[in-house]
């Protein structure tokens, strides 16, 4: 870390129940040249992929749908979020990240993987970096049911949609995962589907 209007930077840790939760205390160099002595939290869960599985020829999409605790006592009355593929590294690649995470929630065995981005998805208070993928697919690559790995406790529903109906999805709220808009928005303009 290479910041010279940051320094006396103090790490202590919160939280190590699910992943990691720091609190950083730190001088920071004001525009005026004055120091400031601040303080912030981060949550460390390490870094992700995701990949939005398309079909160019009967103009589909593959997303996911589960239960997610966070936006469920946050106002999404049942917790349940339709999403693109995703999961966190592991210690794999992106790129191997997200053909694992795409056999074991979709049943889809792919190889062709096209890396679009990468974003932080919440600067402000998670350290995690989103490798952000595209990738098409057949049936013919239908390996299995999907729906999750057995150990992770996901229950993942696979979803093959309509692309314009996933974007009519986006627009009436029914999609508000991030990285899913992300990348299908990213799909529409560069004329994928």
């Known amino acids: 870390m ?5 320094k006396d930077v103090e790490k202590k840790l919160l939280s190590d129940n699910w992943y990691t939760l720091n609190k950083y205390t730190f001088s920071y160099q004001k525009p005026d040249g004055t120091w400031e002595k601040q303080e912030r939290e981060a949550y460390d869960r390490g870094n992700g992929a995701a990949i939005l599985l398309y079909n160019s020829k009967k103009k589909t999409v593959v997303l996911t749908r589960q239960f997610r605790m ?24 992106p790129a191997d990240c997200v053909r694992k995470e795409t ?22 208070s998670v350290t995690e970096i989103v ?34 109906e ?8 029914e999609i508000k995962d991030a990285k899913t808009i992300m990348l299908l928005q990213h799909a529409k303009l560069n004329s994928l589907v």
Do not use: H, R, W
């Open 166 to 173: 996933a974007m009519k999805m986006v627009a009436s709220g």
């Open 2 to 6: 290479k910041n010279g209007s940051i």
């Open 70 to 93: 966070p936006t469920y006592v946050n106002g999404n009355e049942d917790g349940m979020m339709i999403e693109v593929c995703a999961g966190l590294l592991d210690g794999d690649n």
């Open 103 to 124: 056999e074991e929630e979709t049943g889809y065995k792919i190889s062709n993987v096209q890396k679009v981005f990468q974003t932080y998805m919440s600067p402000g």
């Open 131 to 164: 490798y952000l993928f595209v990738g098409e697919y057949d049936e013919s690559m239908k390996v299995s049911d999907g729906g999750g790995a057995d150990d992770e406790t996901e229950n993942i529903e696979v979803l093959e949609l309509d692309f314009n």
